[in-house]
């Protein structure tokens, strides 16, 4: 392979790479991904617990999630029924998650994010991004 050829083709790598990762900023919410999406930076999972819709802030896991900056929170949906991952402040809004999918989002600016389910507003929690 000519040092061109080889040039060419770890550009075009780091194109699809670069053009699947999530985005900190969606326009609009985002569909939920199955697990196998990947993200460039570190990753940590906000699990959502069987019967996750009765509890308050332990629904989402660990509460609240301290991750670095850049970090991508995976939201997996453990659960029998329907959640959502959604930003009080409109940061983000994953749409329906539904059982056994994840939803991921990339936090790219340190600050305090508070979050809830649309459908089962008593489910928050928090990520601290430092």
């Given amino acids: 392979m000519s040092f061109r050829s080889f040039a ?10 670069c053009g699947s990762s999530s985005s900190s900023s969606p326009s609009s919410p985002s569909t939920p991904t199955t697990p ?18 009765g509890l308050t802030s332990t629904a989402f896991g660990t509460n609240p999630l301290t991750v670095a900056v850049g970090t991508t929170v995976a939201w997996t949906n453990n659960d029998s029924t329907a959640h959502t991952s959604t930003a009080d402040a409109s940061q983000w ?22 979050y809830h389910c649309t459908i089962h507003p ?5 990520v601290t991004v430092q």
């Fill in 93 to 114: 809004n994953s749409g329906t998650i539904n059982p056994g999918q994840t939803f991921r989002f990339t936090f790219t600016a340190a600050g305090t994010y508070s």
């Fill in 36 to 53: 196998s999406s990947t993200s460039t930076g570190p990753s940590v999972t906000a699990g959502i617990p069987g019967g996750a819709s």
């Fill in 8 to 17: 060419i083709a770890i550009t075009m790598l780091f194109a699809a790479a």
């Fill in 122 to 126: 008593n489910m928050i929690g928090r």
